[in-house]
């Protein structure tokens, strides 16, 4: 569902990615690891079309990107919650949810705000929200008009371990309707519960795998020995 | 089309910052309420034509501060209709007759000493003033009114336009929104058209305080006022809003006031700038806000129509037409597509 091949790219004469090789089948939970400043972030912008990259391709669905009719096939959430504080939830979700969705808005605005837990919170105004009801319903934005694939930019990051589990079971419930799922993180026990795992410091992709190979390769059982031998002491 | 859906959401967000309101409307009328309290009359260069005047007179006048031509009486009369002289000083059955152009009352007690002493009879007396345009009880407050209009809806849209885009590229949201299928023209659209509904109702409520509250001189036609304002606000909020790229937040906006602001005050016609050298006066040809002062003084004072501001019609669509389409090209920085 998601192919980059080659895939370079500089701010200025600093190399943020370099060569970068991976792809996301179908149905799957792939992780994007790495320290902060490592690229996730650019690397996400690149898939999701904002940044042209200097040198490769981005594939989504076979197709080259970008490209607008794909703008419609994917979830996006950015690491900073972008949202109007000023307007209700609700009329957040229905700003974003009106270029994708004529009929069956506010049915699927409902849905979503149902499977965040937002419905009783609709009508508040965001700027009351606490952060975790923030990034819910950046969640909520990106799954409202029911793409295939999700680009999430660390979704749970400064979540408490409750809001993470519920939004994980959520990614599991999301994955079974056969959606593809992408997401950074910088937490262990995140990566942990992905399909597959691409480790990226300093621009470049240094392991793939699963993290049960990953175990298996390195005989141990945590994914932060992994973390250690691949990443080096000094991160 | 996703242009109302920008538009809309903008909309909403001025619903809920009434502050952002207040400044957009209530500022204006507070300052030019202030203005109508102090300002003051003071002198400048006047131009005068004399028709069929005895030459002594004539001589007198010349010797004087003033540029005195003379012209034929139809000549003169078109000049002043146009506003090229301020005054015509004419017989009409042996009486002299001092024709004050009428729409700029800064000069007017300068021209009638001036004729008093050149002719060495009493103006009001023996001399008849007229006013082309205007009545004697123009002060400048009327005269500089239509410009202060035009000005303060041009700053007030430029500050409040150009702070709301920089927030949306500081908070992430016009990021964001690129991610969805829009173009890029329809969220600058989006943004002319929401607040464009705003700015209508900003400039009713600015112009009609003026001419009804404060009592500012208006001979033209109301919806005329309007539509020049609704003009200088739109290229306000395009220039504002591109602008608003190379701020990195709303105090690097507030800085771009007295570099992009304060010019257009002193070349825009609130100060006379007609005794100044050409290529200072040529700096005003470049500004939005003169051409809209311009016009709202010719429709306020002299009940000019659009036909007779053609141009300065046309140079204001050409700034907005300019400063949206590049717009539209600076968003290429966040998104090539």
Same mark, same amino acid.
């Given at each position: 569902m998601i192919e980059l091949n080659g895939v370079s790219h500089s701010f200025g004469n600093i190399?943020?990615?370099?060569?970068?090789?991976?792809?996301?089948?179908?149905?799957?939970?792939?992780?994007?690891?790495?320290?902060?400043?490592?690229?996730?972030?650019?690397?996400?912008?690149?898939?999701?079309?904002?940044? =042209?990259?200097?040198?490769?391709?981005?594939?989504?669905?076979?197709? $080259?990107?970008?490209?607008?009719?794909?703008?419609?096939?994917?979830?996006?959430?950015?690491?900073?919650?972008?949202?109007?504080?000023?307007?209700?939830a609700w009329e957040n979700l229905d700003f974003f949810a009106s270029f994708y969705l004529r009929k069956k808005k506010?049915?699927?605005? $409902?849905?979503? %705000?149902?499977?965040?837990? %937002?419905?009783?919170?609709?009508?508040?105004?965001?700027?009351?929200?606490?952060?975790?009801?923030?990034?819910?319903?950046?969640?909520?934005?990106?799954?409202?008009?029911?793409?295939?694939?999700?680009?999430?930019?660390?979704?749970?990051?400064?979540?408490?371990?409750?809001?993470?589990?519920?939004?994980?079971?959520?990614?599991?419930?999301?994955?079974?309707?056969?959606?593809?799922?992408?997401?950074?993180?910088?937490?262990?026990?995140?990566?942990?519960?992905?399909?597959?795992?691409?480790?990226?410091?300093?621009?470049? =992709?240094?392991?793939?795998?699963?993290?049960?190979e990953w175990k298996k390769e390195l005989r141990t059982d945590s994914l932060e020995d992994v973390f250690l031998h691949y990443g080096g002491g000094d991160i | 089309m996703n242009i109302p859906v920008v538009a809309k959401r903008i909309l909403l967000q001025f619903r809920r910052d009434k502050r952002s309101v207040a400044l957009m409307i209530v500022a204006p009328m507070l300052v030019l309420t202030l203005l109508w309290l102090v300002l003051d009359t003071?002198?400048?260069?006047?131009?005068?034509?004399?028709?069929?005047?005895?030459?002594?007179?004539?001589?007198?006048?010349?010797?004087?501060?003033?540029?005195?031509?003379?012209?034929?009486?139809?000549?003169?009369?078109?000049?002043?209709?146009?506003?090229?002289?301020?005054?015509?000083?004419?017989?009409?059955?042996?009486?002299?007759?001092?024709l004050l152009e009428g729409s700029d009352p800064t000069n007017h007690e300068l021209i009638k000493t001036a004729v008093q002493q050149a002719m060495g009879m009493e103006i009001g007396e023996s001399v008849r003033v007229d006013y082309w345009h205007g009545t004697e009880d123009m002060n400048i407050f009327h005269y500089t009114g239509p410009v202060l209009i035009g000005f303060f809806i041009f700053f007030f849209v430029f500050i409040v336009g150009g702070v709301s885009f920089l927030r949306e590229r500081t908070q992430g949201t016009l990021e964001r929104v690129l991610t969805t299928p829009i173009h890029r023209y329809e969220l600058v659209g989006g943004y002319l058209l929401g607040f464009g509904l705003f700015t209508i109702l900003q400039s009713i409520l600015i112009v009609f305080y003026s001419v009804y509250v404060l009592d500012m001189y208006m001979v033209g036609n109301l919806w005329r006022v309007l539509f020049i304002t609704l003009l200088l606000a739109l290229t306000a909020l395009s220039l504002g809003t591109l602008l608003s790229a190379y701020a990195k937040n709303e105090f690097q906006m507030i800085q771009f006031i007295p570099l992009v602001i304060v010019p257009q005050v002193f070349f825009s016609g609130l100060f006379p700038v007609e005794g100044l050298a050409g290529w200072i006066q040529l700096i005003g040809n470049l500004m939005p806000l003169t051409y809209g002062a311009e016009a709202l003084r010719g429709i306020m004072l002299r009940n000019e129509n659009l036909g007779d501001l053609q141009w300065q019609v046309f140079m204001l669509l050409v700034f907005f037409l300019v400063f949206t389409a590049l717009n539209v090209k600076a968003l290429k920085r966040h998104r090539k597509l």
């Amino acid at each position: 569902m998601i192919e980059l091949n080659g895939v370079s790219h500089s701010f200025g004469n600093i190399k943020v990615l370099e060569d970068i090789n991976l792809s996301v089948d179908k149905g799957e939970v792939f992780g994007l690891l790495g320290p902060s400043g490592s690229g996730k972030t650019t690397l996400v912008r690149i898939m999701t079309g904002m940044i =042209v990259p200097d040198e490769g391709r981005v594939r989504l669905r076979d197709q $080259e990107m970008p490209k607008r009719s794909l703008m419609k096939r994917f979830g996006y959430m950015a690491q900073e919650d972008a949202l109007y504080q000023e307007l209700t939830a609700w009329e957040n979700l229905d700003f974003f949810a009106s270029f994708y969705l004529r009929k069956k808005k506010k049915e699927r605005m $409902e849905h979503v %705000l149902h499977i965040t837990g %937002l419905t009783e919170y609709k009508e508040r105004p965001v700027f009351k929200f606490s952060g975790g009801m923030k990034r819910r319903l950046s969640l909520a934005i990106a799954l409202v008009h029911n793409p295939d694939i999700l680009i999430l930019d660390e979704p749970t990051t400064g979540l408490d371990p409750v809001l993470r589990r519920s939004i994980w079971s959520e990614f599991y419930q999301l994955k079974e309707n056969g959606k593809t799922i992408l997401i950074t993180t910088h937490a262990l026990d995140e990566a942990e519960k992905c399909d597959r795992l691409a480790m990226l410091r300093g621009g470049k =992709v240094i392991a793939a795998g699963s993290p049960g190979e990953w175990k298996k390769e390195l005989r141990t059982d945590s994914l932060e020995d992994v973390f250690l031998h691949y990443g080096g002491g000094d991160i | 089309m996703n242009i109302p859906v920008v538009a809309k959401r903008i909309l909403l967000q001025f619903r809920r910052d009434k502050r952002s309101v207040a400044l957009m409307i209530v500022a204006p009328m507070l300052v030019l309420t202030l203005l109508w309290l102090v300002l003051d009359t003071d002198d400048r260069l006047v131009e005068i034509a004399v028709v069929e005047a005895p030459e002594a007179v004539y001589e007198q006048l010349a010797s004087g501060r003033m540029e005195v031509t003379i012209l034929d009486e139809e000549t003169a009369r078109e000049q002043l209709n146009n506003a090229e002289i301020d005054a015509l000083l004419k017989w009409e059955e042996a009486r002299p007759i001092l024709l004050l152009e009428g729409s700029d009352p800064t000069n007017h007690e300068l021209i009638k000493t001036a004729v008093q002493q050149a002719m060495g009879m009493e103006i009001g007396e023996s001399v008849r003033v007229d006013y082309w345009h205007g009545t004697e009880d123009m002060n400048i407050f009327h005269y500089t009114g239509p410009v202060l209009i035009g000005f303060f809806i041009f700053f007030f849209v430029f500050i409040v336009g150009g702070v709301s885009f920089l927030r949306e590229r500081t908070q992430g949201t016009l990021e964001r929104v690129l991610t969805t299928p829009i173009h890029r023209y329809e969220l600058v659209g989006g943004y002319l058209l929401g607040f464009g509904l705003f700015t209508i109702l900003q400039s009713i409520l600015i112009v009609f305080y003026s001419v009804y509250v404060l009592d500012m001189y208006m001979v033209g036609n109301l919806w005329r006022v309007l539509f020049i304002t609704l003009l200088l606000a739109l290229t306000a909020l395009s220039l504002g809003t591109l602008l608003s790229a190379y701020a990195k937040n709303e105090f690097q906006m507030i800085q771009f006031i007295p570099l992009v602001i304060v010019p257009q005050v002193f070349f825009s016609g609130l100060f006379p700038v007609e005794g100044l050298a050409g290529w200072i006066q040529l700096i005003g040809n470049l500004m939005p806000l003169t051409y809209g002062a311009e016009a709202l003084r010719g429709i306020m004072l002299r009940n000019e129509n659009l036909g007779d501001l053609q141009w300065q019609v046309f140079m204001l669509l050409v700034f907005f037409l300019v400063f949206t389409a590049l717009n539209v090209k600076a968003l290429k920085r966040h998104r090539k597509l």
